[in-house]
């Protein structure tokens, strides 16, 4: 079946300029996820959804950053006033079943969105 | 500061040798996963390993588990040059998120 899908692969954008970065999860996952990766590094979380669950924002960097996940399935991650250090590779992923007795289960990633601010 | 932290950063073998990477962690878990990137982009799931489990294998790839160390170790046997790629452990951190590590880049020479 369909992966993880991200729109669009590649955005530059002026600083300044507000972005919108899209993720469609698997079909029947209920948990997803946003990360941040920076050149060379490792993943940065930025938030979770869970369901019909509060999402988890605690990653989020600062209030310039924003999402949203409309119907349990599609998500919008938003930032506005872009800043050169937002420029990084933004990866959603979706689990099947999130958060459990268990810990995370294995999550499914998309290709990524990679975002240059100039 | 990151959960999980791998070591090497970087590794080089020659092709049908075996790799080996370490994940190290503070806290305690509920299960640790390695994933695999190629070229940057998206990740993929290889194994997860419990934490009352100590070895699990997926094919070429063996992955041990020391909760009193607080580590984990992956190794790949006989590596082909495909295997090259970046490989990530990641932790649970509290009550809700996975926290990767910085990775270990991973280059097969054939």
């Known amino acids: 079946g369909a992966g993880v899908s991200q729109s669009p692969s590649n955005k530059v954008t002026e600083k300044g300029k507000d972005v919108e970065l899209r993720c469609d999860p698997i079909s029947g996952h209920t948990a997803l996820y946003w990360y941040r990766q920076s050149l060379g590094q490792g993943l940065e979380f930025l938030i979770y959804f869970q369901g019909n669950s509060a999402p988890d924002k605690s990653g989020l960097p600062s209030d310039r950053f924003s999402a949203e996940r409309t119907g349990g399935s599609v998500s919008t991650l938003t930032i506005q006033r872009t800043q050169q250090e937002d420029s990084a590779v933004y990866l959603c992923a979706s689990s099947p079943r999130g958060r459990g007795a268990g810990g995370h289960y294995e999550q499914y990633f998309g290709p990524g969105t990679r975002l240059t601010v100039t | 500061s990151q959960q999980g932290e791998e070591d090497p950063q970087a590794l080089s073998i020659q092709e049908g040798e075996n790799a080996t990477m370490n994940c190290s962690y503070k806290?305690?878990?509920?299960?640790l996963q390695w994933y695999r990137q190629n070229s940057g982009r998206g990740l993929v799931h290889l194994i997860l390993?419990?934490?009352?489990?100590r070895e699990k294998h997926s094919g070429r790839l063996r992955v041990t588990l020391d909760t009193s160390k607080k580590s984990s170790s992956l190794l790949i046997t006989a590596s082909r040059a495909a295997d090259t790629a970046s490989y990530f452990c990641?932790?649970?951190?509290?009550?809700?998120?996975?926290?990767f590590g910085q990775g270990t880049r991973l280059t097969i020479n054939p």
């Open positions: 990641a932790t649970d951190e509290g009550a809700q998120k996975l926290v």
């Open positions: 806290t305690s878990i509920n299960n």
């Open positions: 390993i419990r934490s009352n489990e």
